[in-house]
C-alpha cells in the first residue's frame, strides 16, 4: 500500500509542485489550503506524513501540530515555513514536529526528507511489539521492542524521535554524549539539523519523562559536555 501524505500550504503553485513529484514517486497525496481543513483531514485520515506550512488561513500549522500531538497522533511532521528567524524553527520541534524546512527548498531534498521519516516509522510498524527487551530504571521501564516507555505502568506518549533519544541513551546509560553525537546517532546521517534541535528535543522529553520537573532523576545534563542517562537507577 502507498504511503499517504498530506500537503497543508495556502500557496497553490507550491502545492501542485509537491503533490506532482510525490505522486510521481508512488505516493497518494491529500491536499488543504487552510488550517481547519488540514486538521479535519489530518483528524479523519490519519496520514502517515503531514508536510505542514506554518502561516495558514484559519488555524496556523503551529496550532495543528499541537493538537495532533495532544491527540497522540503520531505520524511524522515536517514544518513548511518562509521565515529564517531560529524562533520559528525551535517553536515547531518543542510543538512535536518532527523536523523543518525553510522555503525557498529544492523538490529533492523534500522528498529526500520524506523518504527518510517514512523509512524511520515503516521500520518501527515493522518491529512493533515483537519481543521483550526491557530496560528498567526503577518505575520507568523502556520496552524496545515495543518502541513504549511506561512509567509506574502508565505509558508516556513519546514521538518517535523522543522515543530514540530515550532509548540510546538508556542503552548506553552513565555515558555522556555531546550534541554533535547525538545528532548523528539518533537523528542519523540524513538529518539537516542544527544542535540546538537537541536541546529541544531533550527539553520536551523531559516534560513528560521526568515525574518531577524540579528535580531531573532519568535524562541528565553534564554541563559544558552533553547529555546522559542516569545508570544509578537501571535495575
Not at 507550491?14 to 505522486?23: M, P
Not at 502561516?55 to 500549522?61: E, K, N, S, V
Not at 518532527?98 to 516509522?121: C, G, H, I, W
Not at 528535543?201 to 545534563?221: A, G, H, I, S
Request: one cysteine or more.
Amino acid at each position: 500500500m502507498s504511503d499517504r501524505i498530506l500537503i497543508v500550504d495556502d500557496e497553490s503553485n507550491i502545492v501542485e509542485i509537491l503533490e506532482a513529484n510525490l505522486q510521481r514517486e508512488g505516493y497518494k497525496t491529500l491536499v488543504a489550503y487552510d488550517g481547519h481543513t488540514a486538521l479535519k483531514i489530518a483528524l479523519e485520515e490519519n496520514p502517515d506524513l503531514i508536510l505542514l506550512d506554518c502561516m495558514l488561513p484559519g488555524i496556523d500549522g503551529f496550532d495543528i501540530c499541537k493538537r495532533l500531538r495532544e491527540e497522540r497522533r503520531l505520524m511524522p511532521i515536517i514544518m513548511l515555513t518562509a521565515k529564517s528567524e531560529e524562533i520559528d524553527k525551535v517553536l515547531g520541534l518543542e510543538l512535536g514536529a518532527d523536523d523543518y524546512m525553510t522555503k525557498p527548498f529544492s523538490v529533492r531534498e523534500v522528498l529526500a526528507r520524506v523518504k527518510a521519516q517514512l523509512r524511520r516509522n515503516r521500520f518501527v510498524d515493522e518491529q512493533d511489539g515483537g519481543g521483550n527487551r526491557r530496560l528498567y530504571f526503577g518505575q520507568l521501564v523502556i520496552d524496545e521492542d515495543a518502541f513504549q516507555v511506561t512509567y509506574d505502568d502508565v505509558e508516556i506518549p513519546l514521538t518517535l524521535r523522543e522515543f530514540e533519544l530515550v532509548l540510546f541513551l538508556a542503552k548506553h546509560a552513565g555515558q555522556v554524549f555531546s550534541r554533535e553525537t547525538l545528532l548523528e546517532e539518533v537523528w542519523g546521517y540524513d538529518y539537516f539539523g542544527d544542535v540546538r534541535t537537541v536541546d529541544v528535543t531533550v527539553r520536551r522529553t523531559r516534560e513528560k519523562l521526568e515525574p518531577d520537573q524540579d528535580n531531573y532523576r532519568y535524562l541528565l545534563t553534564k554541563r559544558g559536555v552533553g547529555y546522559y542517562f542516569n545508570r544509578d537507577l537501571m535495575v
